[in-house]
């Protein structure tokens, strides 16, 4: 006769009402460490996609994804001679806005509301009918090469050389869509997912000519200003040297219409060939700065990403010790619940063993099913947050082995509390 | 064997100093297998103390008890968890049934603990409900249980180890005089067909009528017997 599950059977609602308790205090647990994973995931994701070995960036700059670095285009060419190089894919990639009317959700409004009780000066009356910036990350690359989209869920890549861009699915846009970026509109011919920046702006990949347009092209009208202003400038500086005049301003105009530089050269080694050894040679010769993909990636997570990532992690401590301590405390008081009956089954004879199997067994599986429970909770939430949320099943087994740690722990004290009471609870008075 | 349990000068006391009781004093009592013995005595005169320590719950500060020929406390230590299960059986004021357990489960689980399981703990668990007249309840949960029900199930299951003892503290107190005598003609049956030895603690006079002894206790001491 199995005392725990006949306990459990009977007293179901109790039971399973407090394993449902801890299940959500498990979800929580799983989130908060599914948001953390998600923010380096989104930090990371571009780079690890791009499957470089090396980022070529502006000497003195951390590269595209922290700092604006800009290198003469053609620098690629001379990259991609070097002994050792398998490729050298031409990158650009800065940020982006298309302002759209706001559609407000009803996250978005909870969320204003909350603000606006603590820092009411700081919202503006109104908001819900002010137009919505919507930020992303153009990415320019050279079709063929590495630094495009590393998976299409719909639609296709990109094949005309102009005109045409792959979206990650968080933009909103759909396959069809038009929009115009910088001077010109561009059709969505692909979506791709899971493609974010470090702040998680979605990205918008499109070829090279086109994403130098969008993001480095200005109005026309300015541009044609500038032009005369640089133009003017120099004609004066060459007042005394005439012979100089037309030669200096069809630099000058060039200069100011030159959109052809790149933020970073995405470099692929050859098999066997030393990343350091390549990384010098470029430095030696350029003024240029060199990082591998990972310190690439760690420059966001100990970088602009540093204080987030604390911040959460000071935040999954404390949940993680409020979470104990209540689970802990659950366990302890179902277990005193019994002190009566384990004093009866104490008085009748049964063996220690059997009465600390008995709680051990309630206790144990109120946490197995309780993380099953958190974790089912947990993976069904995730599409719904905003952000990437990525807990794994790994997360899970941690998160089983701590709270098997923590129920043993909280039903063993309960027990030998239990064991130490006096027969004469039950037995008379 | 003449007797089924026995207490030689027994001595309990509480606490030391200022707040030192001395709860028992040099008691002594032997029980006959299929006695039915009284212990009474006025509240705080050590009744209980006196139980659990022939329970082998509570060990006496001085004394010894011997218990179907075992003497005890007497230097080494045996197995008091296994001597509860095998000779002795408890009957408690509440029935104090497991509330998880029906009334048979209740009944099964002494039975288990001595590796009795199966066909033959069912019957057995069967006939006692039959003996107590709550056959047709056995499927039931202590909480669908009357009180003089729940109390002949807790008398069932104190008997299915066939002990040697019984102790018994005050079991008809949470009953009315009438279900209070039943419980103690059944008692009286039990130790005559079943030559278990029966100790039960009263402060009722009325429940005394049928019992072969009864103790007086005071201030821990035996003041009368009878
Ligand atoms: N653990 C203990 N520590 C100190 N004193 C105790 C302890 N247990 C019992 N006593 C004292 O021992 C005395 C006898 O208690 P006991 O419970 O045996 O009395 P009783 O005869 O069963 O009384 P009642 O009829 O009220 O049940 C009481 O004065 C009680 O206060
Ligand atoms: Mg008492």
């Known amino acids: 006769m199995n005392l725990a599950f006949k306990d459990i059977r009977y007293n179901r609602l109790k039971f399973f009402g407090s394993t449902l308790g801890v299940g959500l205090l498990l979800m929580v647990m799983l989130t908060i460490g599914g948001i953390i994973r998600g923010i380096i995931l989104d930090s990371a994701t571009i780079i690890e996609e791009t499957g470089a070995n090396l980022w070529v960036v502006e000497k003195g700059t951390l590269g595209p994804f922290v700092e604006i670095s800009r290198i003469p285009q053609d620098y690629y060419h001379a990259i991609q001679a070097l002994e050792g190089v398998a490729e050298a894919s031409p990158l650009v990639m800065a940020w982006e806005h298309i302002t759209r009317p706001m559609i407000p959700t009803p996250l978005m409004k909870f969320m204003y509301m909350n603000t606006v009780l603590g820092t009411k000066t700081m919202v503006e009356p109104g908001w819900l009918d002010m137009p919505m910036d919507q930020r992303f990350v153009v990415i320019g690359y050279k079709p063929g090469h590495i630094g495009g989209p590393p998976i299409i869920i719909s639609g296709r890549g990109i094949e005309a050389s102009r005109y045409e861009i792959v979206a990650d699915v968080k933009t909103g846009l759909h396959v069809g869509e038009r929009l115009r970026l910088g001077n010109f509109d561009y059709t969505v011919v692909g979506l791709t997912r899971n493609m974010v920046g470090f702040n998680a702006d979605p990205v918008i990949y499109a070829s090279l000519n086109d994403a130098q347009d969008i993001l480095f092209q200005r109005d026309p009208d300015l541009l044609r200003n500038e032009r005369v202003r640089v133009e003017s400038r120099v004609l004066g500086a060459a007042t005394g040297a005439p012979r100089l005049a037309a030669p200096l301003s069809e630099r000058a105009r060039s200069l100011a219409e030159n959109v052809r530089f790149l933020n970073a050269v995405a470099v692929k080694l050859q098999p066997g060939a030393s990343p350091g050894e390549v990384a010098d040679a470029i430095t030696r010769w350029k003024h240029l700065e060199v990082y591998s993909a990972a310190r690439q990636v760690n420059l966001q997570l100990m970088g602009s990403n540093r204080l987030i990532l604390l911040q959460l992690s000071v935040f999954r401590l404390i949940l993680l010790v409020i979470s104990g301590v209540i689970i802990g405390f659950i366990i302890y008081t179902l277990t005193l619940d019994k002190i009566k009956e384990i004093a009866v089954l104490k008085l009748l004879g049964m063996q220690n063993w059997r009465i600390y199997r008995m709680i051990l067994e309630q206790a144990l599986l109120m946490g197995v099913l309780g993380t099953l429970i958190g974790a089912l909770l947990e993976f069904a939430m995730e599409p719904y947050f905003p952000r990437r949320v990525e807990a794994t099943w790994g997360d899970v087994v941690q998160m089983l082995a701590a709270i098997i740690i923590v129920a043993t722990l909280a039903s063993l004290l309960a027990i030998r509390r239990a064991m130490k009471v006096d027969a004469r609870m039950v037995l008379g008075t | ?226």
């Not at chain 2, 230097?75 to 357990?101: H, M, S, T, V, Y």
């Not at chain 2, 009325?206 to 001491?221: A, C, F, K, P, S």
């Open chain 2, 1 to 226: 064997m003449e007797y089924a349990i026995e207490a030689q000068y027994l001595s309990k006391t509480y606490g030391e100093g200022r707040t030192r009781v001395e709860v028992l004093k040099d008691v002594s009592l032997a029980v006959r297998p299929g006695e039915l013995f009284a212990i009474m005595g006025p509240s705080g005169s050590g009744k209980t103390t006196l139980l659990t320590i022939l329970g082998l719950v509570t060990e006496p500060t001085h004394g010894r008890v011997i218990l179907d020929e075992e003497n005890i406390y007497n230097g080494r230590r045996p197995d008091l968890q296994c001597l509860r299960r095998e000779k002795l059986g408890f009957i408690f004021q509440l029935a104090n049934l497991i509330p998880f357990l029906t009334a048979r489960e209740n009944i099964l689980l002494p039975l288990e603990l001595i590796g009795i399981t199966g066909k033959e703990a069912r019957s057995r668990a069967t006939e006692l409900l039959k003996y107590l007249e709550v056959a047709d309840r056995a499927d039931h949960h202590p909480e669908q249980l009357s009180g003089g029900e729940k109390q002949r199930v807790a008398i069932a299951r104190a008997l299915a180890n066939e002990p040697k003892v019984i102790l018994a503290d005050e079991p008809t107190a949470s009953l009315d005089t009438e279900r209070g005598l039943s419980v103690m003609r059944l008692l009286r049956k039990l130790s005559n067909e079943k030559r278990t030895a029966i100790l039960v603690v009263t402060h009722d006079t009325r429940m005394i009528t049928e019992v072969d002894q009864v103790i007086h206790l005071q201030d821990g001491r035996i003041v009368d017997t009878g």
